[in-house]
């Protein structure tokens, strides 16, 4: 199913009282989607920026490699702020609260995740990792953005490295909307 231009999910795997958990949030429009589709499901958005996580509602705070306090750069537009590298219009910086998916997931207290939506501009290097892992194991699916290309906070032989650790895991789908890099993992 076709949340968006860029989001996409396999619509078998989403319960109705399900919980959709989305990282970094541009805009509503996926939020608007997925309450059209499953009214009844539990929507949850986490946002880096503080400006941004007020104005959507959100939780604030960054996908991480580990706990604890990270730079977040800002960018011209808020598409452009990351935590994973300094971006080439950046504007300034903030220091905001990381988390990992496991403790994130701890503090929302979401013991499973129907769908995992994803665009933390090069943060989802760490989510790829944490997926490999135990915590995986409480997410159905994910589609995630990928910043290899457009942005290039990293290689492709980077990300090829990190999602040969996916292998045996997830069943991976992969779309370029507009030129952008996406993948849709879906737990085997």
């Not at 309450?35 to 996908?63: D, G, I, Q, Y």
């Not at 769908?115 to 290097?125: I, P, V």
């Not at 292998?167 to 996406?182: A, K, S, V």
């Amino acid at each position: 199913m076709q949340l968006t231009r860029f989001y996409w999910c396999d619509e078998r795997l989403m319960r109705p009282d399900g919980v959709v958990l989305q990282i970094g949030v541009a805009n509503t429009q996926v939020a608007n989607a997925l309450k059209e589709n499953w009214p009844t499901m539990r929507h949850v958005m986490v946002e880096a920026s503080r400006k941004n996580a007020w104005k959507f509602v959100a939780m604030n705070a960054a996908l991480a490699a580990e706990r604890g306090p990270v730079k977040l750069w800002l960018g011209k537009k808020p598409y452009e702020h990351s935590t994973f590298g300094k971006p080439a219009s950046c504007v300034g910086s903030e220091i905001v609260r990381g988390l990992t998916l496991a403790s994130m997931l701890d503090e929302i207290e979401l013991p499973e995740v129907d769908l995992l939506l994803c665009n933390c501009e090069g943060a989802e290097m760490h989510l790829l990792l944490q997926l490999a892992g135990h915590v995986g194991c409480g997410v159905r699916q994910a589609c995630i953005a990928l910043h290899y290309g457009h942005v290039q906070y990293y290689s492709l032989k980077t990300l090829d490295a990190m999602l040969a650790q996916l292998n045996g895991l997830w069943d991976m789908e992969f779309r370029r909307p507009q030129g952008l890099e996406y993948v849709l993992l879906t737990r085997k």
